[in-house]
């Protein structure tokens, strides 16, 4: 079993940045994947980003790439997700998630694990 957590979420003006960070319980944190999704009202759960089981490998989503990253540090069982240039889109619940499978993938389906999400709110 592993029991995630995410924080970090807020308020932030369009233009600025947030971090989110997404805290892992369990000493198996280095053999998953870890990925980032979000959902808006209204909408479906869609893909942010993912990373491989050792970092070595990340893949976004078209509408965050070049503003956000994925990285992970093994040692203190948590993944981050850095959020610069935030747009009013970018505005959703955002969720960790962990895949067994330890290269990572687009598809939810995939993750076996998920946190309860943080609030991420950008005002224009």
């Known amino acids: 079993q592993v029991q995630l957590v995410e924080s970090g979420g807020g308020l932030v003006q369009a233009g600025g940045s947030l971090r989110l960070s997404c805290a892992a319980s369990?000493?198996?944190?280095?053999?998953?994947?870890m990925g980032w999704f979000r959902q808006a009202p209204g909408k479906e759960r869609e893909f942010v980003a993912t990373?491989?089981?050792?970092?070595?490998?990340?893949y976004y989503a078209d509408s965050v790439k070049g503003r956000f990253t994925i990285s992970r540090d093994n040692a203190k069982n948590t993944a981050y997700l850095q959020m610069n240039s935030l747009k009013p889109e970018d505005t959703a619940v955002y969720y960790c998630?962990?895949?067994?499978?330890?290269?990572?993938?687009?598809?939810?389906?995939?993750?076996?694990?998920w946190g309860q999400g943080t609030q991420v709110t950008v005002s224009s």
């Open positions: 998630a962990a895949d067994q499978g330890a290269e990572g993938s687009w598809w939810p389906y995939e993750y076996d694990y």
């Open positions: 990373i491989n089981w050792n970092g070595g490998s990340t």
């Open positions: 369990g000493r198996t944190f280095s053999s998953y994947a």
